[in-house]
């Protein structure tokens, strides 16, 4: 994983919507993760739940996030969830372009593009996913899909902001699957999105993006995810529902960073 910090998110999308229960997983997650200082973690919390796990999360070391904003700070808006009010419970991070929001939402590049540049402008972090529909062996229609969203996504960001950047690589043919993608695929198409970003900016300024992985990851499987100097981790979803379960994939991409350090 080299000198990029490595980072493990989890995003509850709508599982988790009474607050006991919520606030009860946040304080769970706290008490056993609250002495890795090595890998960030991220948490992604239902809409709603943001407030009340945002003061279970205050003064650790876990991460707030929210898994979607308006494009808009505020105005009539109607139903909208702004960034300001992120920023007033002290969250750090953006999910945008999952594909639940591009597919049952009609988000498109030009709209998550819009909600990137605001979550820069207001100095909070993105962390946009991206990733091919259809499973394919041909590299270079994948790459070439990458390239066309990528392109999209980060128009008009500057270099000098990507090192505040995740791509979240969640291909929709893995994603709410029973089965990950192959570790030597993950490996590949992590790399592959690297070398896009050097064309598009320049090979020091995609050095500095942390690129992880989403799709079916769980304790079982993470490690052989981590496995390669481009993934610098993963996101969590449904297999790492329970906060035991999310501290175990934490654990794995540990005992990478272990492994690695002994060399």
């Given at each position: 994983m080299g000198k990029r910090k490595p980072v493990v998110v989890m995003s509850w999308a709508m599982r988790q919507n009474r607050e006991v229960e919520a606030v009860n997983?946040?304080?769970?997650?706290?008490?056993?993760?609250?002495?890795?200082?090595n890998?960030?973690?991220?948490?992604?919390?239902?809409?709603?739940?943001?407030?009340?796990?945002?003061?279970?999360?205050?003064?650790?070391n876990i991460h707030l996030g929210a898994q979607n904003i308006s494009a808009y700070a505020s105005g009539a808006y109607t139903g909208e969830y702004s960034i300001e009010s992120l920023l007033d419970i002290k969250g750090d991070y953006v999910e945008l372009g999952h594909w639940?929001?591009?597919?049952?939402?009609?988000?498109?590049?030009a709209t998550i593009n819009k909600k990137l540049r605001l979550t820069l402008e207001k100095g909070l972090k993105p962390i946009l996913c991206v990733g091919e529909v259809e499973q394919t062996s041909d590299l270079e229609e994948i790459e070439s899909f990458l390239y066309l969203q990528l392109f999209n996504d980060l128009y008009e960001v500057k270099k000098e902001d990507l090192e505040t950047l995740v791509i979240a690589y969640t291909p929709i043919w893995a994603v709410n699957k029973s089965k990950?993608?192959?570790?030597?695929?993950?490996?590949?198409?992590?790399?592959?999105?690297?070398?896009?970003?050097?064309?598009?900016?320049d090979l020091a300024s995609a050095e500095n993006v942390r690129i992880i992985y989403g799709g079916a990851v769980s304790p079982e499987n993470?490690?052989?995810?981590?496995?390669?100097?481009?993934?610098?981790?993963?996101?969590?979803?449904?297999?790492?529902?329970?906060?035991?379960?999310?501290?175990?994939?934490?654990?794995?991409?540990?005992?990478?960073?272990?492994k690695e350090s002994s060399f």
């Open positions: 997983f946040a304080e769970q997650l706290v008490e056993l993760l609250g002495n890795n200082q890998i960030e973690k991220i948490l992604l919390p239902s809409i709603a739940m943001l407030y009340p796990v945002s003061k279970v999360l205050w003064n650790t639940e929001r591009r597919q049952y939402f009609h988000e498109t590049d990950a993608a192959s570790a030597p695929h993950i490996h590949l198409v992590c790399g592959m999105i690297r070398k896009v970003l050097a064309k598009m900016f993470a490690t052989l995810i981590v496995r390669n100097k481009e993934v610098d981790g993963v996101f969590v979803g449904r297999f790492g529902s329970n906060p035991e379960r999310y501290a175990k994939v934490v654990a794995e991409v540990q005992n990478n960073i272990d």
